[in-house]
Each structure stands twice: as C-alpha cells, then as structure tokens.
C-alpha cells in the first residue's frame, strides 16, 4: 500500500510551491492592468509624468514578473515525480490546457515582456502601448489556462474512463473549457488579481504622501488604482458570489462544510453567520443565522433545500457501496476480458467507481473490506468543517473590506483630499498584503475543499501519488521551501529598495 505519510509530504509540498507561486501572480495580473491605463493616458495625453507612472510600476512589475514565472515552472514538474500515477491516469486532459499555456501564452507572454522594458526608444507611442495591451492579455491568457486545468480537478466534465486504457480520456475539449467552475474560478481569480495590483499601487502612493514625496506623481496613481481597486473589488464579490453558486452545484459537500450545515436545511436556508463547529458530535456550539440567505445565494431560489453534512455522507456511503462493486468488477474484466457478469456490473456501478477507490486506502483488497472501511471511507468524503468555516468568513470578510477602501479612497480621490487624511493613508498602507492573504484562505477553501480528491468524484488523493518514501519527498519539500524562501527574500528586498526609492529610479533607466 502506498504510504499515507508520503501522500501527506506530497500534499504539502505541492501547497507549499503553490503558495510560493501565489505571492507574485495576483500582483502580476492586476498590476499589468494598471499599466495599461498609466500608458493610455500618456498616449492619449503626452503628459510625460504618465510615461514615468508607467516604467516606475513597470519596473515593480518586472521584478514580480520574473520571480512568478520561476516559481511557476517547478510545479509542473511536480506531477511527474510526486504525482506520478494522477499523470498517468487523467494527463491526457489535465496535460492538453497546460501545454496550450506553456506553448502559447508563456510565449507571448515573455515576447511581450522583452518588448515593454526594452522598446521604448525603438516602438511609437501607441505600438508600445499596444505591446503592453498584449501583456496584459497573455499573462490573463495563462490564468485561463491554468484555471481551467483546476477546474476540471474541482468538476470533471467533458471526459469518460476507459477501463481497457485504465485512463481518463477527453469527451469534449470545449466542455472543459467553457465548465462553468473553471469560468466562474477564472473571472473570480483575475478579480482578486486587480484588488491585489490595485492595493498594491494605493498603499505605496500613499506611503509618498505621508512621507511628502512624489506628491503629484503619489496623486496620480492614487486615483488611478482608486478607480481600478473600485470596479474590481465590485467584481471580486458578484463573481465570488457566482461562484459560489457553481460550488453548490458540483461539490455540495465544500459547501456544506462551509456553511457547517449538518442537517440538510429546508428551502430556503439560512446563512450561518458565526458558528463555532463541533466535529466530533457533527453539530453548531453556537451559531447566529441570517434567515434565507443562504438558500438564495446557494441555489438561486426559494425553493430548492440545501443537503447538509450527515445526509451527504449517508448518500455516500450507497456510493461507496456500488463504488466497491465497479473495482471489483474492473478488476474480474482486466482478468478476463469476456467476463459478461463483471462487465454488467461495472455498467452499473461506472458511474461511483471513485467512491469504491476511496476504500483502497483502507484495503488493498476490496474484497476483504470490512463495512466499518465503507463507513470511513464515506465519512472521508466532507473535509473537516471548522478550517472551511472560518477559512471562507475571512476570505468574504476582506473581500468586503476592500469595497470599503476603495470606495473612500475613490471618493477622497474625487474631491482631491487624500494628503489630508493621514489616517486613511496608514490603512491603506496596513492593507497592503490583506489581498495576499484573502487570495490565499480562499485557494485552501478551494483545494481543502475538494479533498479527498484529486479529480472530484473520480480519482483519490490518496491513490494519486507516486510510490515515493517519506524521506524523498520531504527532502525535496525542505529544499523547495529554502529556496523559495530565498527567492521571496529577494523579491521582498527589491521591491522595497525601489518602492523606497520611488520615480527617482527612472534617472538610471533607459528612456
């Protein structure tokens, strides 16, 4: 059997690079952005304070830029040495959108990067203006790709497993790329991208202008990310909103735990508000609901009950049940190929294999699995309740508080009264790695809430990992975590020379 210690190194690993990678992409999607209206206006304008707004942050940008896209390339590599039998199963999908990104928005994506920093004195205005439109895209562009890959794992459309190949193979490329969770993931990602680009951009302009330098330029872009922070942050909670919705449509057990809803709630359900969860007796200590909300947001209706935990696990444990038969079954046709016995019942329990899998954790033989492995296997299936809660309320909790400051920060921009709030500046400036740590309790409450799969409903954690000893996997973990650590170290200390530094660094620069 595969050694759950090894698959839990894994794991961890592979969040640990994940986080890694994080800290540089949101800023990268939103900061771009920015530049693209910093650039606008100058071309539009020919006010020369634009051009310099715009290879200030391009500068941040660049440094963010280059250290993301290291960081990027060894999570791949990942599937191949920690995740070894995931590839060979669902690669042929999972491996198509990865390979489009790398191929085809990377590309572009390093082209256009080369262009921006080293075309202004041999492009027009508006040729360079373009050049930085196409970044833009094609960093957005890789996002898609990347998402859609996710969200497959979270909701595996448009594909069939083939039990001569013993593969997953792909139905239908458009259906994994127009799967509503992957869609509605990928406008929820690129949104908390633009808060976090728009933060960043207000928290160091307010910085210059509580230390009284760069005013008209701290002025300028102040307004600017107040207006992009504004739409975006209004973005971020409509489309979380819509996501979330996608999220009781194929996973009712992320939202079940979090929502810790243990019974299932008639139509219309409420929203637990604040609720301190107890595992072990499958109940709410305390609990403050909103009456209906849930219900509404849940299932856009007022009609339509919510499922909670105990009953979700009770109509997994039929699944398990009928999983166990389809392995079983599998297993007798691999024997014999004409066994029509074995291939009726596979016919008819296809559709719950995964859940039957989820018991190779506890026999390998499914055939000596006893009902108390059914029974945890099925509890399996709801990850624990209290870290989705509170993970989810302080993701929602700052999402709302940067609609909050970007709407003063906006209003303050409107009437020109930013260097005489003091207070608001050093909040912004407090605020600063808020958008990092939203973007962060929401991927656990995306990925802890899909587990114990890989590919929802389909392919196990624990059955995905590659036959690696403990001591492998968590010396690779040590060192990928002392060397992003080092990397963040330099990033960290880049960003600060230059923030400090301020459009004074333009002098060294190539005009």
């Not at 039957?356 to 990850?383: E, I």
Request: glycine share 8%; with cysteine.
């Amino acid at each position: 059997m595969i050694d759950a210690q090894a698959v839990d190194m894994a794991r961890l690993q592979f969040a640990a690079t994940a986080f890694f990678h994080f800290i540089f992409v949101p800023l990268t999607l939103g900061l771009v952005w920015i530049l693209v209206i910093m650039e606008a206006v100058y071309v539009m304008t020919g006010k020369t304070i634009y051009k310099d707004m715009t290879k200030f942050w391009g500068k941040l940008f660049g440094i963010n830029f280059a250290l993301g896209v290291t960081t990027g390339i060894t999570m791949e590599f990942q599937f191949g040495t920690n995740w070894a039998y995931y590839a060979h199963y669902v690669g042929d999908i999972f491996g198509a959108p990865l390979a489009i990104e790398g191929l085809l928005a990377f590309f572009l994506e390093s082209t256009m990067f080369g262009l921006f920093f080293f075309g202004w004195t041999r492009l027009s205005k508006v040729q360079h203006l373009a050049v930085t439109g196409f970044l833009a895209l094609a960093t957005n562009l890789s996002a898609l790709l990347i998402l859609i890959a996710n969200g497959w794992m979270q909701d595996p459309v448009g594909s069939h497993f083939n039990p001569i190949t013993m593969r997953m193979e792909l139905d239908s490329f458009s259906a994994i790329v127009f799967n509503p969770t992957a869609q509605n993931k990928f406008v929820h990602m690129l949104s908390a991208g633009y808060v976090t680009g728009a933060m960043f951009v207000l928290a160091i302009s307010s910085y210059y202008m509580l230390k009284n330098k760069h005013i008209a330029f701290a002025k300028r872009s102040f307004r600017i990310a107040a207006a992009f922070g504004l739409a975006s942050s209004l973005s971020v909670i409509v489309l979380g909103d819509e996501s979330g919705y996608t999220v009781n449509e194929a996973q009712q057990s992320k939202m079940a735990a979090i929502e810790a809803m243990w019974e299932t709630q008639p139509a219309p359900a409420g929203l637990a508000l604040i609720a301190f969860p107890n595992e072990a007796e499958q109940k709410n200590d305390f609990e403050i609901e909103i009456p209906y909300l849930m219900g509404i947001i849940g299932t856009r209706s007022f009609d339509t009950p919510i499922m909670g935990i105990k009953d979700i696990r009770a109509a997994n444990r039929i699944r398990v049940e009928n999983g166990v038969k389809a392995v079983i079954a599998l297993e007798a046709m691999r024997k014999n190929p004409n066994d029509m016995q074995a291939k009726v019942i596979f016919s008819q329990n296809e559709k719950d294999m995964g859940y039957g899998l989820l018991v190779k954790r506890y026999a390998s033989d499914l055939k000596q699995a006893t009902p108390a492995m059914l029974d945890q296997a099925a509890h399996d299936t709801v990850p624990k309740v209290a870290p989705m809660f509170w993970s989810f309320r302080i993701m929602v909790f700052l999402g709302f508080s940067f609609l909050a400051i970007f709407l003063t920060a906006f209003w303050l921009s409107a009437k020109n009264r930013m260097t005489n709030h003091r207070g608001f500046l050093k909040l912004c400036l407090l605020w600063l790695p808020m958008p990092w740590i939203a973007i962060m309790v929401g991927w656990f409450v995306a990925e802890y809430g899909r587990q114990p799969w890989t590919v929802f409903g389909v392919l196990p954690t624990y059955l995905s990992a590659s036959n690696n000893s403990v001591g492998t996997v968590l010396a690779t973990l040590v060192g990928f975590v002392v060397f992003y650590t080092g990397l963040l170290i330099v990033e960290m200390y880049l960003m600060v020379k230059y923030a400090r530094l301020g459009p004074s660094v333009l002098t060294d620069s190539v005009h």
